[in-house]
């Protein structure tokens, strides 16, 4: 993630908030590429400093919340998984921990 200074008013908003950025107010840039199908994606997304601090506070509590090993897994859901050699059947395959990721 790339922190920036907007040089005009961005067109652009935060994804998370919705904020718009005026000439001289800091903004995170963050740049994702995904490959699929054999075709590759990049996607950009704005993210302003009040929601990036706020996502990594979340994302600092979730690691220490998982790493204490508390999680009763109180939200799991059904994994599918695509069936070898086939291109679009899927079946179920385990149930995930929706929070820590654990097989449970
Ligand atoms: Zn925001
Ligand atoms: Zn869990």
Same mark, same amino acid.
């Given at each position: 993630?790339?922190?920036?200074?907007?040089?005009?008013?961005?067109?652009?908003?935060?994804?998370?908030?919705?904020k718009?950025?005026?000439k001289?107010?800091?903004?995170?840039?963050?740049?994702?590429?995904?490959? &699929?199908?054999?075709?590759?994606? @990049?996607? /950009?997304?704005? *993210?302003?400093?009040?929601?990036?601090? %706020?996502?990594?506070?979340k +994302?600092?509590?979730?690691?220490?919340?998982i790493?204490?090993?508390?999680?009763?897994?109180?939200?799991?859901? &059904?994994?599918?998984?695509?069936? @070898?050699? /086939?291109?679009? *059947?899927?079946?179920?395959?385990?149930? %995930?921990?929706?929070?820590? +990721?654990?097989?449970?």
């Open positions: 993630m790339k922190r920036k200074v907007a040089s005009r008013r961005l067109n652009r908003t935060c994804i998370c908030c919705n718009s950025f005026v001289g107010e800091i903004y995170y840039i963050e740049r994702n590429v995904l490959k &699929e199908f054999g075709e590759i994606f @990049a996607c /950009e997304y704005l *993210v302003c400093p009040r929601c990036k601090y %706020e996502n990594e506070r +994302g600092e509590r979730r690691k220490q919340f790493e204490s090993g508390k999680c009763h897994h109180p939200i799991t859901d &059904e994994i599918w998984k695509t069936i @070898a050699g /086939e291109d679009y *059947v899927k079946e179920p395959s385990h149930t %995930e921990c929706c929070i820590c +990721g654990e097989v449970v």
